[in-house]
């Protein structure tokens, strides 16, 4: 069984820091940079052996239509799933963690795998034509 405390500890071990927002929720902040001028934040859920990852990027306001970049994004990459929520473009991705795994896979695939993904997404979403 996961649970907050056990995937805050992860990420601690990995030396990502991580605060608690009003909701409970572990949030992840991955600095802007010379690739991608905007900060991202990615909020961490974890809820009945469900751990799931909401990120957006505040200020951060694409060119072209939302919904055909992320269309543009989905078709090309399985991980993170691009969606349009209020008018701005954010990356989601969900396990369901239900049957014993190793630490080794939750960290290896289900955190730093995703942390990169993200970002990677959004540094490359208005570059995929």
């Not at 990995?14 to 991955?30: A, H, S």
């Not at 694409?62 to 078709?75: I, R």
């Not at 969900?94 to 795998?113: A, G």
Request: glycine residues 6%; contains cysteine; aromatic residues 8%.
């Amino acid at each position: 069984m996961i649970d907050k405390n056990l995937i805050r500890g992860y990420f601690d071990e990995l030396r990502i820091p991580t605060r608690i927002d009003e909701d409970g929720d572990l949030v992840v902040v991955q600095n802007a940079d010379e690739d991608f001028g905007h900060d991202v934040v990615i909020f961490v859920m974890v809820s009945n052996n469900r751990l799931t990852y909401a990120a957006g990027s505040p200020g951060y306001e694409p060119k072209g239509d939302l919904y055909q970049l992320a269309n543009n994004h989905n078709c090309r990459h399985n991980m993170p799933t691009a969606v349009v929520r209020d008018g701005n473009i954010r990356m989601e991705t969900s396990f369901l963690l239900d049957e014993e795994v190793s630490k080794e896979y939750v960290v290896e695939n289900c955190i730093k795998m995703v942390l990169g993904t993200i970002w990677r997404a959004f540094v490359g979403l208005e570059n995929e034509d």
